[in-house]
């Protein structure tokens, strides 16, 4: 069983990657007529409309209480603030490089878990952390001094988003253990179009009618929201669940390889050396961060969060 086990998750985690890292792509043709945060909430809403039917079929047999709160919690951190990051990121960077600084992703989730979630890291992943970091200022060329000003808008929210990424993972794994995979992927993205409508409303940025006459708004729309959004999320918990927030997380190996093959071949864009340089040194830090840790042992743990 355990066999049969390991095969399923690998099969998600090599799928997840094809659809995530066709994703940047999406959010690329979908950020100039929609705008940030009306590409987070069409990506959300359309993978929530995918997912509502399975969930109504499915609620006699949801967790009870319903644990709204911590619900809520990852729905913010895992889709509506880190989609409207990243949306932002790529008004100025190309999808291939928003792919490479999100496969930062493990590596935050072990730092997150750390200061968080009382996980204790060994050398080897403290090491992790600091290459993974270091990818990034070779990404940068060297000019760390960018990300603080004009440059923080890119590579910075970049940063943000895998941060919230590595938070939302340890919070799943340590308060939604039981509460499924649809549920938990359902009300994130509900959330998250939630936060999307928000952000339209506060930012006073609609999205234009006249964007919903391309096919290519429609294609980005589908493929971003109900494969994106709404299939691939159904694949990322249920490989937390089955598996662990760093295994899940891990998918972030795969998908800068598979981004820059569609960004390549969709869009035209060009990869630099500093790319590529950046994008091994991160998969060192990946490799070392995600080297096994153990959580602390602590009384208060003993009782069922969420």
């Not at 204790?120 to 990404?139: E, H, R, T, Y």
């Not at 998969?283 to 009782?303: A, C, D, E, H, M």
Request: aromatic residues 12%.
């Amino acid at each position: 069983m355990k066999v049969g086990l390991h095969m399923k998750l690998y099969a998600a985690l090599i799928s997840l990657s094809m659809i995530w890292g066709l994703s940047f792509v999406f959010i690329k043709v979908l950020v100039d007529p929609a705008g940030v945060w009306g590409t987070v909430f069409l990506r959300c809403i359309a993978g929530a409309l995918i997912l509502l039917p399975f969930l109504w079929w499915q609620r006699k047999h949801l967790v009870r209480p319903l644990p709204w709160k911590s619900l809520g919690v990852v729905g913010i951190f895992n889709a509506g603030l880190p989609w409207g990051l990243i949306a932002l990121s790529e008004t100025t960077i190309n999808s291939s490089t928003a792919a490479v600084l999100n496969a930062l992703t493990p590596v935050c989730t072990a730092l997150i878990g750390y200061l968080f979630f009382s996980i204790v890291l060994s050398k080897k992943q403290w090491a992790g952390v600091g290459i993974g970091f270091i990818g990034i200022v070779v990404i940068m060329d060297f000019n760390v001094d960018d990300i603080l000003g004009q440059g923080f808008i890119g590579i910075g929210t970049m940063i943000l988003a895998t941060a919230c990424y590595g938070f939302a993972s340890q919070y799943t794994k340590r308060h939604l253990q039981n509460a499924g995979v649809l549920l938990v992927t359902t009300v994130s993205l509900l959330v998250g179009a939630a936060v999307g409508g928000v952000g339209m409303l506060i930012t006073q940025n609609p999205i234009p009618s006249e964007a919903f006459f391309s096919p290519m708004i429609w294609v980005s729309i589908i493929g971003l929201g109900c494969f994106g959004s709404g299939i691939a999320h159904l694949l990322f918990y249920y490989m937390i669940e089955k598996g662990s927030a760093e295994f899940a997380t891990s998918v972030t190996y795969l998908i800068p390889l598979t981004a820059m093959v569609w960004g390549s071949v969709l869009l035209g864009e060009t990869l630099t050396r500093n790319l590529t340089m950046g994008l091994v040194m991160i998969f060192v830090g990946i490799y070392l961060s995600n080297r096994k840790s153990q959580p602390l042992q602590k009384p208060w743990k003993t009782s069922k969060a969420g």
